[in-house]
Structure formats: C-alpha cells, structure tokens
C-alpha cells in the first residue's frame, strides 16, 4: 500500500514539474519570437521624411541602413541565445512529459 502511494505522489510531483518546465517554455518561446519580431522590423524602411530633400534625404537612408545593420547584428546575438535556451527548455519538457506519462502508467498499474 506504501509503494501504491509514492508511485502516486511521484506522479503527482512529475505532474507539476511539467507544468513548470511548460511554463519555462512558453516564456523562452515568447522571448524568442519576441526578438524575431524586432529583427523583422527592421527590415521595414521607413517612411522617408518629405521635408528632407536629395542629399539630405540620402544621407538619411544610409544613416538609418548602418545603425539597423548594426542593430540587426545585435539581434541576431541575441536570437541565437534565446533560441538556444528555448532549445534547451524544450528538452527539459519533453523529459519532464517522459517522466509523467511513465509514472502516470505505473501508478495506474498498481494494485488500490
């Protein structure tokens, strides 16, 4: 009867470790398009400005090219971090869903 319900309180406790690994990793997901989002931004060039005129109007153009591909750099670092650590909490939910779903099947295979 003792080893019926420890198989239960460890499923139980796998059950909640899952939810906390999900939890983790909706919010490297949402970080991660977060950042995939801005990178898409800049890809949008913008409005050019009618006052300016020519020159002025070109100088303008290339300024706001070099500070997005600097920017762009910037983001790019920062994709690749989020991305390995939403590729890192993937794992840890795919194991932790492992683990449930293994305990869930042993507990319900013990005798009540």
Same mark, same amino acid.
Do not use: H
């Given at each position: 009867? !003792? !080893?019926?319900? $420890?198989?239960? %309180? /460890?499923?139980? /406790? *796998?059950?909640?470790?899952?939810? &906390?690994?999900? &939890?983790?990793?909706?919010?490297? +997901?949402?970080? !991660?398009? #977060?950042?995939?989002?801005?990178? #898409?931004?800049?890809?949008?060039?913008?409005? #050019? $400005?009618?006052?300016?005129?020519?020159? *002025? +109007?070109?100088? =303008?153009?290339? $300024?706001?090219?070099? @500070? +997005?591909?600097?920017?762009?750099?910037?983001? $790019?670092?920062?994709? +690749?971090?989020?991305?390995?650590? @939403?590729?890192? #909490?993937?794992?840890?939910? %795919?194991? *932790?869903?492992?683990? !449930?779903?293994?305990?869930?099947?042993? *507990? =319900?295979?013990?005798? &009540?």
């Amino acid at each position: 009867m !003792k !080893k019926t319900q $420890n198989v239960i %309180k /460890l499923a139980q /406790l *796998a059950e909640l470790v899952l939810d &906390s690994r999900l &939890s983790e990793l909706q919010a490297a +997901a949402r970080a !991660k398009q #977060a950042c995939e989002n801005q990178l #898409a931004g800049l890809g949008q060039i913008p409005q #050019a $400005n009618t006052d300016l005129e020519g020159v *002025a +109007a070109e100088l =303008a153009g290339l $300024n706001y090219q070099r @500070w +997005a591909d600097m920017r762009r750099a910037e983001l $790019n670092q920062i994709l +690749a971090r989020r991305t390995v650590t @939403w590729l890192e #909490a993937r794992d840890q939910a %795919k194991m *932790a869903f492992g683990k !449930k779903q293994v305990l869930t099947q042993i *507990a =319900a295979k013990q005798p &009540s």
